[in-house]
């Protein structure tokens, strides 16, 4: 039988009372390898799907043991063919696996959102007289330089905001995480608006530190032009490779 992957933990710091219902409805299970323990269901294709109900499910479970223990979360849809590549897997990741648990031990992500409008001008970019004149209005190359340079404008900005957002927030925040990542990409259009950038930071934070984080924010969000969203404390999803 298949197996799904929820996390993996260490078993002498976790006590199992109440059960944990996974994906399909099907009851959580604990299989050791080596020092560590994975937290596994069984999966039937035939008879559950990779849905958005399994997924929060999915989620559900996984959040209920990171209250319990700390735990390297995996990602939805991490399948095995059986048990025994489960442990396999726990054997053979077994220090790397161990030492990241000692590292996220006690802490929490915490994210935070940025949605910010795009000036018009950083797709409209100018270009100098002598390759703008109305020869070159139905040029395919020349429009299709234009396009290229407005392409790169717009990514280009896009890139310096999520650094000058980063480096502001890591500077706010400085003294209440470890380790911080960062992301950014445009919205897909919506409501004809085609001009909104999504910047995305993640936090690892430690547990007692949490309420600290939420204040500090509240007090930058005074400060910053778009909308900023913080979500979390939750199991730190992207401090993990997986």
């Known amino acids: 039988m298949k197996q799904i992957l929820y996390c993996v933990m260490d078993p002498k710091k976790f006590q199992e009372d109440e059960p944990i219902i996974g994906v399909g409805a099907q009851p ?16 039937d294709s035939l008879q559950t799907s990779f849905d958005v109900t399994s997924m929060i499910t999915y989620h559900k ?6 209250e319990r223990v700390a735990i390297i979360p ?9 048990e025994k590549e489960v442990i396999a897997m726990l054997e053979q990741n077994n220090d790397n696996y161990s030492k990241l648990l000692s590292r996220l031990d006690g802490m929490v ?15 409209s970019p100018q270009i100098d007289n002598e390759f703008s004149g109305a020869s070159n209005v139905s040029n395919p190359g020349m429009s299709y330089l234009k396009k290229r340079w407005a392409l790169y404008s717009s990514e280009s900005w896009i890139q310096d905001q999520k650094k000058e957002f980063a480096e502001k927030c890591s500077k706010e925040f400085d ?14 259009e919506v409501q004809n608006n085609k001009n909104l950038i999504l910047i995305s930071l993640y936090f690892l934070v430690r547990k007692d530190l949490t309420q600290e984080f939420r204040l500090k924010f509240r007090e930058l969000k005074c400060s910053i032009t778009g909308k900023m969203l913080l979500s979390g ?10």
């Open 28 to 43: 959580i299970i604990f299989l050791n390898g080596s020092d560590l323990c994975a937290a596994v269901s069984d999966f």
């Open 61 to 66: 479970a996984i959040e209920a043991l990171f």
């Open 74 to 82: 995996f990602r939805f849809k991490t399948l095995f063919n059986d």
């Open 109 to 123: 992500e915490m994210g935070i959102r940025l949605v910010k409008a795009k000036p018009l001008n950083v797709d």
């Open 175 to 188: 003294g209440l995480f470890t380790n911080f990542k960062s992301e950014a990409s445009k919205l897909p």
């Open 233 to 242: 404390p939750w199991p730190p999803y992207n401090f993990v490779v997986s």
